[in-house]
């Protein structure tokens, strides 16, 4: 009896013990378990893109649209002092800017050559929103405030190529700037600014609007290029063009003989991103915190950081290094992607994910005639129809057809020109052209 | 370079899961169980381990006692070798369709890399099916090697004399997998027939000509003659264009257009030079200038797209800037 009762009260014990284990581990377990699917899903998912048995296209686009549409919404959500600070137009003054030091001392190297009587064109050279026209403000106000400047933006007129419509656009620009006035040639004008006693510097932004892929289409460019080579002792010349147009124009036109040096904007470090972020952000006087994912949060790395401020260390480092694979060196792009990804906001804080929700590997499916297409637009930064029927040798029509529905799927946008590569996708189209051997 | 990182990945993440998965299968006994009905005929020998094979248990130590029996036991066709071959068969085919057809696909992203990926394939047949030979042969009949050698022999020798020609074949194949004079995705010219291979086979080279004719040349054939390749393995070719002049022609302007002509080509490969060669040439008493435009394409496969619009930008052009007239076009025929 006394055995049965000390038998009973053991297994009281056990049973309590063994249900207060299970209470205690059960969500653990359960949380273990959750993990181990999610991270069972996401590799089935990777698998199937390395595999390239990723979801049909169709599916992709869907979200990309997605992703786009929402975009809109999400950035005009937030206040408009926030926006203003993550403008996306050129930088007016030195207050943001930052990690392009190395380019500004260049330009400074290469104002004393010129001050010592040598030639020095430059051109400065990177993708559309990589800080191209905030390195020329800046360099206005730090480096060439004693000089008379002159600025020609060659994305004020519509795509030019012929060499009769260029001194037309030339002659307007220079009309108030006290250069001579009333050339009836080209040539006239050249010889004129020759004779000028006093040096000037001259900013010429967008040189890729001046030709098109034709064979006509070369002659505005060629007769610039003289006209710079003619007049570089009595013009500083500062030319900024995009890095795909620039690289064509070398294979074919030999361009780099004509320029003295060539200031690549194309890279940044992932500290440059944080940088330039941060600085802004900052001065919106709101906190900044991370969020971390499923993924993350399931991840034996994340669980074994132990505060939270190491937390917010490894997330924020996460999310700049995504940052930067998605931008390349493209500022705007990748202020575009911290605006669209944003998970909350209020007064006091911004709460951005740890990592970018963003697949465009549906950009490998589209179809030849779109792939040349996108070529095109990366050349010529600016496309209308006409232009682009001229280039490929088609009708207007067709070319209208094929650009009307690549806007309507969002991989072009339309402009006062035209249209152009939408800035998400600046960066996977380039790397889809590089797979295909079409840019390199 | 990232996404062929994840290909790369992904490959060698499927290969793992087929060798694990083997191992499993084989470590798990399954096909030593399929035997085990078969050893049980032997009442005088102690019972082998369930995961030990045939062919293992005749390499034990247990000297030629034990090793002569087993031996004749492999000789037997059993019920169970059969079902294996039939599944080891059945499982090779479905591997190797899985792993061409994903190959196929993931070659088909990426230009650059198309013909690295796609010249794998002829080597995973290869190599897929002498494996798959060899584990039939040694688990699911449980052949010791001497023995598979000897029949191998004799019939390699009976085969040899009665299908002399599909050896040859065969062993044109792998003298070509070997010796690569071309590989999957090269354009080739073999004797008259021009196109980009399909497939490389143990008896035939399978090429697709530009009018999209799939034609398949025993390689014996191909052995036997000399073989011409555009590409040789890079997906850029040099394509020519050839146009005949009035020699009174403006020659540097003409020069200019074309040049530009193949410039401005959607299909260009700039990484290589574009030339504009002109040669005299006299054709029935007349004089004739011939310009070989030679530039090269970016993807092989767009190689008469490219040929195609360079001489329709030409002639275009030419007639535009008044160097040549509809009249002269006609009379520069040089058998007229």
């Keep these: 009896m006394l055995a049965s009762t000390t038998l009973n009260k053991k297994m009281t014990s056990y049973r309590r013990k063994v249900s207060g284990r299970v209470k205690q581990y059960l969500p653990h377990l359960s949380d273990l378990v959750s993990g181990a699917i999610y991270r069972s899903r996401c590799n089935l998912f990777r698998l199937r893109e390395m595999t390239g048995l990723a979801p049909k296209r169709a599916d992709a686009e869907e979200s990309f649209a997605r992703f786009i549409t929402d975009a809109e919404k999400h950035i005009n959500a937030l206040p408009e002092d926030y926006l203003e600070l993550f403008c996306l137009s050129p930088l007016p003054n030195n207050q943001f800017f930052a990690a392009r030091q190395a380019e500004l001392d260049m330009l400074q190297e290469e104002l004393e050559r010129w001050q010592n009587g040598k030639f020095t064109t430059t051109a400065l050279i990177g993708e559309r929103g990589c800080g191209k026209t905030t390195l020329l403000n800046l360099a206005e106000q730090q480096l060439y405030s004693d000089y ?96 795909y147009s620039w690289e064509y124009f070398a294979k074919v036109l030999n361009i780099d003989e004509y320029v003295h040096r060539k200031i690549m904007l194309d890279t940044m470090p992932r500290a440059g991103y944080e940088e330039i972020i941060l600085k802004r952000h900052k001065a919106s006087g709101r906190r900044l915190r991370f969020k971390p994912n499923p993924e993350i949060t399931n991840s034996r790395r994340f669980r074994k950081l132990k505060t939270e401020k190491e937390r917010q260390t490894y997330l924020k480092n996460l999310f700049f290094q995504q940052l930067s694979e998605l931008a390349m060196g493209n500022i705007t792009v990748a202020i575009l992607f911290l605006l669209r990804s944003y998970k909350r906001f209020s007064h006091a804080s911004l709460t951005l994910p740890a990592t970018i929700d963003f697949n465009p590997s549906f950009l490998y499916q589209l179809p030849a005639e779109e792939h040349f297409t996108l070529i095109a637009f990366l050349q010529h930064d600016s496309l209308n129809e006409e232009h682009h029927a001229l280039i490929f040798h088609q009708d207007v029509q067709q070319s209208l057809l094929l650009l009307n529905r690549m806007a309507n799927k969002g991989y072009l946008e339309k402009n006062e020109t035209g249209y152009q590569i939408h800035p998400f996708l600046y960066r996977p189209i380039v790397r889809v052209l590089k797979s295909d051997n079409i840019i390199h | 370079m990232s996404k062929f990182k994840n290909y790369v990945t992904g490959f060698v993440f499927l290969v793992c899961v087929g060798v694990i998965g083997w191992q499993l299968l084989m470590g798990g006994g399954l096909v030593a169980q399929a035997e085990l009905p078969a050893e049980a005929d032997v009442a005088a020998e102690p019972a082998p381990a369930a995961n030990t094979s045939p062919a293992q248990q005749e390499s034990a130590p247990d000297g030629e006692e034990t090793a002569e029996p087993s031996l004749q036991k492999t000789w037997k066709i059993t019920f169970g070798g059969i079902v294996w071959t039939i599944v080891f068969f059945l499982a090779a085919l479905f591997i190797i369709r899985q792993l061409t057809h994903t190959l196929e696909r993931m070659a088909e992203f990426s230009t650059q890399l198309r013909l690295t990926i796609k010249r794998l394939i002829p080597m995973i047949h290869i190599l897929g099916w002498a494996a798959a030979a060899y584990i039939i042969a040694t688990n699911a009949f449980a052949l010791p090697i001497q023995t598979l050698i000897a029949i191998s022999a004799s019939a390699g020798i009976a085969l040899g004399f009665a299908s002399q020609d599909i050896l040859k074949n065969i062993f044109g194949g792998i003298m070509i997998v070997l010796d690569r004079p071309f590989q999957v995705g090269d354009k ?79 299909y260009v490969f700039l990484n290589k030079p574009i030339t504009v060669i002109v040669k005299n040439e006299v054709h029935q008493g007349r004089s004739l200038l011939k310009m070989r435009l030679k530039a090269y394409v970016l993807d092989i496969r767009y190689e008469a797209l490219f040929a195609s619009e360079m001489t329709e930008t030409v002639i275009r052009e030419f007639m535009r800037a008044g160097l040549i007239n509809t009249e002269q076009l006609a009379q520069l025929n040089p058998a007229s």
């Design chain 2, 188 to 266: 080739v010219e073999i004797g008259s027939h021009y196109g980009e291979v399909l497939q490389i086979g143990l008896r035939s080279v399978r090429i697709v000509t530009p009018d999209d004719n799939l034609v398949s040349i025993p390689n014996s054939e191909v052995m036997g003659q000399s073989v011409s390749n555009a590409n040789a393995g890079e997906s850029n070719a040099q394509v020519v264009s050839e146009f005949y002049l009035p020699p009174d022609i403006e020659l540097i302007q003409a020069k200019k257009i074309a040049y530009r002509a193949a410039a401005v080509s959607r």
């Design chain 1, 148 to 243: 008379s400047i002159v600025k020609i933006d060659f994305l004020d007129t519509e795509t030019i190529f012929e060499v009769d419509v260029l001194f037309e656009f030339l002659k307007q620009k220079l009309a108030h700037t006290g250069l001579p006035a009333g050339c009836q040639t080209i040539d006239e004008l050249e010889a004129r600014i020759i004779e000028l006693p006093e040096q000037r510097v001259f900013f010429v932004e967008n040189l890729q609007q001046i030709f098109l892929r034709t064979t006509f289409g070369f002659d505005a460019l060629e007769r610039f290029l003289l006209f710079v080579s003619r007049t570089h002792q009595k013009i500083h010349w500062l030319i900024t063009c995009t890095i």
